[in-house]
């Protein structure tokens, strides 16, 4: 008899009930009932890779897998990873308007500079937050700073660190930007774009899942949350809002995605503008 594909393997009720509880025990996301077709459809990748005809199976395999790497490999299938420099850019033009000039402001003694962008996927947005400092201080010599970017996506990580991206990613970049911070260069024939060094020094990636232990010990000016929180339940948002407030300094600000709120979640931010909240100092 001809094998099952792993295309045409059944997702029981039963079976995706135990994927998003183990998905939402381990990092928070909140798998509904909505997202049987997407989980089926991602992790079926998993089972072609491993050879395996089933789900079952493949629960089997996660569980018993002592090394976790499995465990990371469903993480980063399920994952949704759509991004583009300067996204959402009203946020890069608080950064460059409001939220550097009152750090500067902070920081003339110590000249130091801390920025985290929590879920920053395949590196846009901590690039785009460096590119847009080095702008307003003409240079990043003089001043201590340091860009983390973490995500729970090895995949999308390793795309970070690599630092090179295809035309359309930056299609929100202009000439001089592009110019001063990228080099052009062809890969496979394809016309691709790599960050320059500078900016590549002062961005450090990280993985790092927002349910787990933190290990950062010093607190940043400012921390991009965005198009994260969409997948937790209320509960795990107020959790991740709190940690967010212990790890912002006084007059840090948080920004968060053009889709998500505050709304309904006890928190101690002041409300600056839809999707922006500052900590008082």
């Keep these: 008899m001809t094998k099952l594909l792993a295309s045409q393997a059944e997702l029981t009720p039963s079976q995706f009930r135990s994927i998003s509880e183990l998905v939402k ?10 997202k049987v077709a997407l989980v089926k459809a991602r992790l079926s990748k998993r089972l072609r890779a491993l050879g395996l005809t089933d789900f079952g199976a493949y629960m089997d395999h996660v569980q018993g897998d002592a090394t976790g790497s499995e465990l990371v490999a469903m ?30 402001e902070r920081h003339q003694k110590d000249r130091r500079l801390r920025i985290w962008s929590a879920g920053c996927s395949s590196g846009e947005e901590p690039y785009s937050v460096a590119i847009t400092l080095h702008d307003v ?3 990043l010599g003089g001043w201590d700073v340091g860009i983390l970017g973490t995500d729970l996506s090895v995949r999308m990580l390793n795309i970070a660190q690599r ?17 001063d911070h990228f080099t052009c260069e062809l890969d496979r024939g394809r016309q691709t774009h790599r960050v320059k060094e500078p900016l ?9 899942n927002l349910m787990d232990p933190w290990p950062m010990k ?6 991009f949350c965005r198009n994260v929180m969409i ?13 967010f407030w212990q790890q912002l ?30 900590k008082p100092e």
């Design 137 to 139: 201080l003409g240079g």
């Design 25 to 34: 025990r381990q990092c928070g996301i909140n798998l509904h009932d909505g």
């Design 200 to 208: 590549r020094r002062a961005v450090q990636f990280a993985r790092l």
């Design 249 to 278: 300094a006084p007059g840090g600000t948080l920004f968060i995605g053009h889709s998500e709120s505050l709304a309904g979640v006890r928190h101690r931010f002041r409300y600056v503008q839809p999707t922006v909240y500052e």
């Design 163 to 179: 630092g090179v991206y295809p035309p359309d990613r930056l299609q929100t970049v202009g000439p001089r930007l592009l110019l």
């Design 231 to 243: 997948y937790f339940d209320k509960a795990s948002q107020g959790e991740l809002i709190e940690r």
């Design 218 to 223: 010093g607190q940043f000016d400012a921390i």
């Design 75 to 104: 993480f980063d299938a399920l994952s949704t990873n759509l991004t583009h420099f300067f996204r959402e850019p009203r946020h890069f033009e608080m950064l460059r308007e409001r939220v550097i000039p009152a750090m500067l």
